[in-house]
T-cell receptor, first 113, second 116 residues
């Protein structure tokens, strides 16, 4: 079975550029999460969706970050404009219902120079 | 608010030694889930185990075992006869039971280094 699929795996971009991270959740899962991992802050939840609807975006750091889920099989996390402090690993994860296990993708390693 | 504390930031052992990772959590929920994830050097997050708060039975899976004690709000993880491939960062995490508590709160992680 295919797991959570993220792209790109690695991205290096210049400050000020737009960055779009993509995620395909596990088929049939109705929850989708975006997490960010940094050395300073560890793993932190940015936003999560239930049935394609954003439920909690309180972790989104600022207006430069936006996330969408146009359908059950695709989500994007966009940073515009990007800054060096956005450098991190961004994980997408999905879940099959309340209380079910959350499965993570392999992460998108973002470096903003 | 939920909180997960992994007091050990790094543990170094020699192969075949046992290693225990501590996890202490705080939550106001009466029912909740606890998880352990492994992050090997390659970077992905690998699910290891999920426990329900009403099930305090300890669990063993091969060389891995988990000790859940609700009275002390702890969910400790032991690797028996460690191997070099066990070298990774291990995260303990907590989530609520109801729909509103779906998000995972992670501890800071414990880095395990197994030397040959």
């Amino acid at each position: 079975d295919a797991g959570v699929i993220q792209s790109p795996r690695h991205e290096v971009t210049e400050m000020g550029q737009e960055v779009t991270l993509r995620c395909k959740p596990i088929s049939g899962h109705d929850y989708l999460f975006w997490y960010r991992q940094t050395m300073m802050r560890g793993l932190e939840l940015l936003i999560y969706f239930n049935n394609n609807v954003p439920i909690d975006d309180s972790g989104m750091p600022e207006d430069r970050f936006s996330a969408k889920m146009p359908n059950a099989s695709f989500s994007t996390l966009k940073i515009q404009p990007s800054e060096p402090r956005d450098s991190a690993v961004y994980f997408c994860a999905s879940r099959g219902g309340p209380g079910n296990t959350i499965y993570f993708g392999e992460g998108s390693w973002l470096t903003v120079v | 608010a939920q909180k997960v504390t992994q007091a050990q930031t790094e543990i170094s052992v020699v192969e075949k030694e046992d290693v225990t990772l501590d996890c202490v959590y705080e939550t106001r929920d009466t029912t909740y889930y606890l998880f352990w994830y492994k992050q090997p050097p390659s970077g992905e997050l690998v699910f290891l185990i999920r426990r329900n708060s009403f099930d305090e039975q300890n669990e063993i899976s091969g060389r891995y075992s988990w000790n859940f004690q609700k009275s002390t709000s702890s969910f400790n993880f032991t690797i028996t006869a460690s191997q070099v491939v066990d070298s990774a960062v291990y995260f303990c995490a907590l989530s609520g039971w109801e729909a509103a508590g779906n998000k995972l709160t992670f501890g800071g992680g414990t880095r395990v280094l197994v030397k040959p």
